[in-house]
């Protein structure tokens, strides 16, 4: 069947369980907490530098693949993974100072 | 902006991305784990990176419709060009894209139902009973496509989207999950910049979301309800097919 073809992920995220006792899960992010995280977020994203900006913008907002992003900014895969783990501390930082 | 002081060796910093992200499996993961178990605070670490993740959209808001396509040909359009382009071309390329996230409004209830294909199931699959399941929202059933395509069904979950019950059925094949999810209430407005196609007389609305490694979403109607397949596939098309399918007229349209 043709329908059996499928693309395996590259990268998957994934949200944390609910609690298995809840009838009806309202959606997180409508609340205020996530809202304000975002916000602070891009916020932080804007201090950061250009080349850690354009990491994590490549990764946690377009979606790319760590490969795809080092190819999209012309560096290593292990570039990336770093520079991804350094701007995600520093705009969490700046979460947790609010 | 402080500086970041970690004293991690990049290695390290590497690992612990890839761990929060979920990006590791089989022995691999086994050995990321056992070295996170000798990094002090790993755990904090990890969840200090996916407590970003989930504020930037990773799990959590989807990328607005209009956004994923102008994403995705962006994305398409870096990744044939990265060769020729300058380093400045490529940053600038993908910084355009933060601006317009920045400058973007929330995600519409549609695209937020898209976006639960990536959450889990908390009940078991409802039963199949002929060409549907014995789950409905407002009267419109679920396919049941194990039959006919080799799609089982496998759990579902129930949420409350903008005030609207919605209800999803996860949906696998050769270890790959799709998710229908049907909104109750009046029609919602089509996804903003997607492709609208018809098929077998139903109008489909079709975009792809970059995100997640990337996943296609078909939207249509059911009976005057809003109805959203996502998944990974690797032809639009398969979603088309079964989007458009109707049991033999057990699936109202």
Not at chain 2, 35 to 43: D, Y
Not at chain 2, 137 to 147: K, L, R, Y
Not at chain 2, 169 to 195: C, D, K, N, Q, W
Not at chain 2, 215 to 240: K, P, W, Y
Request: proline residues 7%.
């Amino acid at each position: 069947m043709w329908l059996a073809h499928a693309q395996a992920p590259t990268r998957r995220l994934t949200a944390p369980a609910p609690p298995e006792d809840l009838e009806w899960i309202t959606d997180e992010r409508a609340g205020p907490e996530l809202a304000m995280d975002a916000q602070l977020a891009y916020a932080a994203m804007a201090e950061l530098s250009e080349p850690l900006r354009a990491t994590i913008v490549a990764v946690d907002v377009v979606g790319l693949t760590y490969k795809e992003a080092a190819r999209s900014l012309r560096t290593r895969t292990g570039t990336i993974m770093s520079r991804l783990f350094r701007a995600r501390e520093q705009v969490a930082a700046a979460l947790e100072r609010t | 902006m402080s500086r970041d002081r970690t004293p991690l060796p990049r290695r390290d910093r590497a690992l612990l991305v890839q761990l929060a992200d979920g990006t590791l499996s089989g022995p691999r993961l086994e050995r990321a784990e056992a070295r996170a178990r000798e990094i002090p605070g790993a755990e904090r670490l990890i969840e200090r990176q996916r407590r970003v993740t989930r504020a930037l959209g990773g799990g959590a808001a989807p990328a607005p419709a209009s956004l994923a396509a102008r994403a995705t040909a962006r994305r398409r359009a870096v990744a044939w060009r990265a060769p020729r382009l300058a380093g400045a071309g490529a940053l600038a390329a993908v910084l355009a894209l933060v601006v317009a996230v920045a400058l973007h409004g929330g995600p519409s209830t549609v695209e937020r139902a898209a976006d639960l294909a990536q959450r889990p199931a908390t009940r078991p699959a409802p039963a199949a009973a002929g060409a549907v399941l014995a789950a409905d929202v407002d009267g419109v059933p679920f396919p049941a496509w194990d039959a006919e395509f080799g799609w089982r069904e496998t759990g579902m979950r129930r949420d409350v989207l903008d005030g609207r019950p919605t209800e999803t059925v996860f949906y696998e094949h050769m270890g790959h999950r799709i998710a229908y999810t049907i909104v109750s209430g009046p029609r919602l407005p089509r996804p903003e910049g997607a492709r609208v196609v018809r098929r077998d007389g139903l109008e489909i609305a079709v975009y792809h979301d970059p995100r997640h490694g990337g996943h296609d979403i078909a939207v249509f109607e059911r009976n005057g309800r809003t109805c959203v397949l996502a998944g990974h596939v690797l032809e639009q098309s398969t979603l088309l097919e079964l989007a458009a399918w109707r049991g033999g007229g057990s699936v109202r349209s």
